[in-house]
């Protein structure tokens, strides 16, 4: 690093909390200073420049510095950056909430607005419980979730997720959430993940309210990816003991699983909630949202303000960030899906050959999601891979021993060669 570089990453030590980050390690992993974004390239302060791999945290499905997105945002931002969405409305927010609902077809017509994604958990949680309260069943207050689920930080949210190194400290603070078997298509389970769900719903339905799922991959668990049979065989049986669906499409959703929600690869009809964040403003602006159908939205209107939901934050349903996320939208109704099974099919090309390598295992990939683990990884092995990878410009962040790729949507035949290359040389750098 160069001085100036080293003098912001000392700073930051010093003034930023860094989020999933363990302080005391930033001495021997220091932050990456970043000056600025061009496309899928980061630059950092001393020049050098690094690929995003991991859209940074899975939001920039365009790249940096897109700029039909930032213009969207510069024009939104000179007629009206913000007004309360609670007895105002504005058109960024209706035609977004519109544009969502004809996209499932009409089924899931109601949006509401929130900040990020762990947000957006919270606000299905409670519609959902307070659903079958306004209905009489205040008894129907129990969530269900999967093994290795992550949906988010926050109390509720951390209540239905199972990974422990996010929960553990926080235990005794949770409410006391179902954990059934999660299926996992390297080990061919899917159907008695199932049949575990169906014990506990015939067992447990009266109390139960909902059901929340990552479709088709279980992100923080390490990419474990499973078939869409599964979920047509969930939303079955949530139907046959009257118990909501949610699908947190929050990194899932915008295209990444080759579909715009992962849930159109099902053939079942659609949940009763659908969560989306992350990239739906393409990685510039914090929005969340919750879709769900008239019958929820029913079980809310009345004259009654205690029966309404009773939910908000300062900004829901910002100006700005529907405007943003208008203009992802219109990437995709300009055919960004078509480009997107392209683009995975030069990673799947590209990456085959690494197949080979005797400590991976379990190469797989849906979408332009794209993951491996390796057998026998060292100690601190993401850390160290991390590290590694910054040498062959790769910004990358494994999860355990799992390494994997979410890149934007702008992957070339030379920019897939590129990273097959990269990941197979930082690969052989920790493993040696």
Known sequence: MTSSTQDLA???RAAVWHPCTQMARLADVPPLPIARGD????FGTDGRRYFDANSSWWVNLFGHSDKPLIAAIKHQLDTLPHVMLAGCTHEPAVRLGERLSARTGGALG??????????????????SFHTWKNRGQPDKREFVCLQNS????TLGALSVTDVQVFRDAYDPLLMRAHIVPSPDA???????????????????????????????????????????????????????????????????????TGTFFAWEQTQAEWPDFVLLSKGITGGTMPLSLVLTT????????????????????????????????????????????????????????????????????????????LAFDVADAP????????????????????IGSTVYLMPPYLIADDTAAFLADGVAKTLNDVLA
């Open 10 to 12: 000392t700073r930051s």
């Open 39 to 42: 496309g899928a390239w980061l």
């Open 110 to 127: 109601h949006v509401f607005f929130g900040s990020d994604g762990a947000s957006a958990v919270e606000i299905a949680l409670k519609q």
């Open 150 to 153: 992550y949906h988010g930080e």
């Open 186 to 256: 390297r080990r061919g389970n899917e159907a008695e993940a199932l049949a575990a769900m169906r014990a506990l719903l015939a067992e447990r339905h009266a109390q139960i309210a909902c059901v929340i799922v990552e479709p088709l991959i279980q992100g923080a668990a390490g990419m474990v990816m499973y078939a869409p049979e599964y979920l047509t065989g969930l939303r079955e049986l949530t139907r046959e003991f009257n118990v909501h669906l949610i699908a947190d499409e929050i990194a899932v959703g915008c295209g990444r």
């Open 294 to 369: 008239d019958d929820v939205f029913a079980a809310f209107w009345s004259e009654d303000v205690t029966r309404g939901f009773l939910h908000s934050h300062s900004y829901t349903g910002n100006p700005l960030a529907c405007a943003a996320a208008n203009a992802v939208l219109d990437r995709f109704d300009a055919g960004q899906l078509d480009d997107n099974r392209a683009q995975a099919d030069r990673l799947a090309r590209a990456f085959a050959p690494l197949a080979e390598h005797p400590r991976l295992r379990h190469l797989r990939q849906r979408g332009m999601i």
């Open 379 to 398: 100690p601190r092995f993401a850390e160290r891979f991390h590290l590694a990878a910054r040498e062959h410009e790769l910004l990358i962040r494994p």
